[in-house]
T-cell receptor, first 114, second 116 residues
């Protein structure tokens, strides 16, 4: 079946602008995660949605970052007033709580802030 | 919170040799340990995982071992091939089957190069 999809694949924006990144999880997966991968770094957890529960926002680096998940499916990560240090690959993963623990990743969105 | 250390950061082997990547974790409550392979320009791909009630798991040329007492786990790749060249990440989390699943804490990655 279809995997996790993300859009856009690449985004170039000017410092100070807002950006929205989209994630479509695997159909039926109730858990959705956002991670950030900076150049040469590992993956850093940002936010986690599980079903209808309140999201775990403990990884968000600042209040410029927010995310929502509509209808328990598609998620949007919003970065306001972008800074150059926000440049990174933003990865989304989904997981099925009725199955095992596995998290499956999308291809990511490469964000460049100029 | 959880901290995952991964070694080495780079590893170069000859085709056909074995490769071993090691990780340690700090939180004894962690119970799920996946390994991901990431090729250039792509998202991480889950290649094998192990849960804390198991000491070893094997899938063809790939195996993972877990030592809960020492809090370390390792990835073993035998008979390496050029297509195994990629960045490999280990991770740890606290997860509950059929319930809430914690976020993954990742190691910094190992760049594996397999020379033909």
């Amino acid at each position: 079946g279809a995997g996790v999809s993300q859009s856009p694949s690449n985004k170039v924006t000017e410092k100070g602008k807002d950006v929205e990144l989209r994630c479509d999880p695997i159909s039926g997966h109730t858990a959705l995660y956002w991670y950030r991968q900076s150049l040469g770094q590992g993956l850093e957890f940002l936010i986690y949605f599980q079903g209808n529960s309140a999201p775990d926002k403990s990884g968000l680096p600042s209040d410029r970052f927010s995310a929502e998940r509509t209808g328990g499916s598609v998620s949007t990560l919003t970065i306001q007033r972008t800074q150059q240090e926000d440049s990174a690959v933003y990865l989304c993963a989904s997981s099925s709580s009725s199955g095992g623990y596995e998290q499956y990743f999308g291809p990511g969105t490469r964000l460049t802030v100029t | 919170g959880e901290n995952v250390e991964q070694h080495p950061s780079t590893l170069s082997v000859q085709e056909g040799d074995s490769a071993v990547i090691k990780c340690t974790y700090s939180d004894s409550a962690s119970n799920y340990f996946p390994w991901y392979k990431q090729e250039l320009g792509k998202g991480p791909q889950l290649i094998i995982d192990i849960r804390s009630n198991v000491g070893e798991k094997k899938d063809q040329r790939i195996a993972v071992t877990l030592n809960k007492t020492a809090k370390h786990f390792s990835l073993h790749i035998t008979e390496t091939q050029p297509e195994d060249s990629a960045v490999y990440f280990c991770a740890a989390s606290i997860s509950f089957y059929g319930g809430s699943q914690g976020n993954l804490i990742f190691g910094k990655g190992t760049k594996l190069s397999v020379k033909p």
